[in-house]
């Protein structure tokens, strides 16, 4: 049973527009939701991340939203580059007095068609 | 220039037989973790260490062992136990949790096919 969906497997989007990539999760008592990115051959890198306080994060390109009610969040990119092509995986985290419990979802791969 | 290493890069091993992937980090992290990432899943956790000479199983660990013996060092062993060892082998570390996420940061990886 997969606490963190992510239902599309992979998007494309043209240059400089924007990319959504979506992720519903089950659990109500994650306390963090995090975006990892992942090239080919490489360990994921962390993007972003949001308390499940708020409802929006943002960084440069990459804003984060989240719908608690929903169970819902998404990554957007804007304006989306070639370099952006990769696996994006989105995370949810339980925090621990001892050590953080993340559980990642199966992926995203976009690409971003210059 | 801090950061994870994970050798080697690529991995072949004989049904039947034990191989012992490696993960060394100069982070300082006290946490260090271990998944396992095959086609169309998310990363699944095998076994995590909060502090040296400690060790937790995850979500998969049958057919999996570990040691935390350094601060720097968690390798995996991948026994002749583990039904289907072929996968893309990733191991992170981070800092002891506290009262926000920690970002966990990740090796590059080792890819262990067997034969």
């Known amino acids: 049973d997969q606490q963190v969906k992510q239902n599309s497997p992979s998007l494309s989007v043209q240059e400089g527009r924007i990319s959504i990539l979506n992720c519903d999760y089950t659990?109500?008592?994650?306390?963090?939701f995090l975006w990892y990115k992942k090239y080919p051959a490489e360990g994921p890198t962390f993007l972003i991340s949001?308390?499940?306080?708020?409802d929006k994060n943002e960084d440069g390109r990459f804003t984060v939203f989240l719908n608690k009610s929903a169970k819902h969040l998404s990554l957007h990119i804007v304006p989306s580059q070639p370099g952006d092509s990769a696996v994006y995986f989105c995370?949810?985290?339980?925090?621990?007095?001892?050590?953080?419990?993340?559980?990642f979802g199966p992926g995203t791969s976009l690409s971003v068609i210059p | 220039d801090g950061g994870i290493t994970q050798s080697p890069k690529y991995l072949f091993r004989k049904e039947g037989q034990n191989v012992t992937l490696s993960c060394e980090q100069n982070?300082?992290?006290?946490?260090m973790y271990w998944y396992r990432q095959d086609p169309g899943q998310g990363l699944r956790l095998i076994y995590y260490?909060?502090?040296?000479?400690?060790?937790q199983k995850g979500d998969i660990a049958e057919g999996y062992s570990v040691s935390r013996e350094k601060k720097e060092s968690f390798p995996l062993t991948v026994t002749s136990a583990q039904k289907n060892p072929t996968a893309f082998y990733l191991c992170?570390?981070?800092?002891?949790?506290?009262?926000?996420?920690?970002?966990?940061?990740f090796g590059p990886g080792t890819r262990l096919t067997v034969l």
């Open positions: 995370a949810a985290s339980v925090v621990r007095a001892s050590y953080d419990k993340v559980i």
């Open positions: 659990n109500s008592m994650f306390d963090y």
């Open positions: 949001i308390s499940s306080i708020k």
């Open positions: 982070l300082n992290h006290d946490a």
């Open positions: 260490s909060q502090i040296v000479n400690d060790f």
């Open positions: 992170a570390s981070a800092r002891s949790s506290g009262l926000s996420y920690n970002e966990q940061f």
